[in-house]
């Protein structure tokens, strides 16, 4: 399975950006995905994931009504729409695919990973 995330930028404070995540290699049928999240200095933390069915959105409390995450079965494709963007979401974002059956916000439960792209929200 191979991911590959792109759509990061430089925004403003209050702008929105949509990060897609094309998935080759496994249909998304048969793949849980998540958006984990990782700023200069600190640890990699999870931000969103969609089950395998599509029936089952996870976000962390820090996004909860900004961020959406849908997917386009027919592109293969996972998105990460983000509202009201703060200064504070300032990371590189990466999709990660997961194989287990249950949708978890444990990025050890995710065994492949796309490369990152980088979101800047200037303040």
């Known amino acids: 399975v191979q991911l590959q995330a792109s759509g990061g930028g430089l925004v403003q404070a209050g702008d929105s950006l949509r990060l897609s995540c094309t998935v080759s290699?496994?249909?998304?049928?048969?793949?849980?995905i998540g958006w984990f999240r990782q700023a200069p200095g600190k640890e990699r933390e999870f931000v969103a994931a969609i089950s395998r069915t599509g029936s089952t959105m996870k976000y962390a409390d820090s996004v909860k009504g900004r961020f959406t995450i849908s997917r386009d079965t027919a592109k293969n494709t996972v998105y990460l729409q983000m509202n009201s963007l703060k200064f504070e979401d300032t990371a590189v974002y990466y999709c990660?695919?997961?194989?287990?059956?249950?949708?978890?916000?444990?990025?050890?439960?995710?065994?492949?990973w796309g490369q990152g792209t980088l979101v800047t929200v200037s303040s």
């Open positions: 990660a695919a997961s194989t287990i059956v249950e949708v978890t916000t444990a990025a050890v439960r995710y065994r492949n």
């Open positions: 290699g496994r249909i998304l049928s048969l793949l849980n």
